[in-house]
């Protein structure tokens, strides 16, 4: 993994934050009625133009790119259906 002069000052994270809420109905305690909500904040990367990139960060950088777009059609379709 490549490394930058923006990595020490970098908030980057990760976070998958999950709600599920259940309900039940005491008079039909086999019913169940089930919300889950799921939030995901993927960290990006910083433009090529700032972080004064050599060809391993530039490849990294697109390789990132790529897969956080493959992730978004991914989970553009799963919830179109």
Do not use: W
Request: one cysteine or more.
């Amino acid at each position: 993994m490549a490394s930058h002069k923006l990595n020490n000052a970098s908030s980057r994270s990760h976070t998958i934050f999950e709600i599920r809420i259940d309900y039940y109905d005491n008079n039909a305690p086999d019913d169940i009625i089930s919300s889950k909500l799921e939030l995901v904040d993927l960290a990006g990367s910083e433009r090529v133009s700032i972080v004064s990139p050599d060809g391993k960060v530039t490849k990294e950088t697109i390789d990132i790119n790529k897969s956080l777009f493959t992730l978004r059609q991914v989970i553009n379709c799963i919830a179109d259906n």
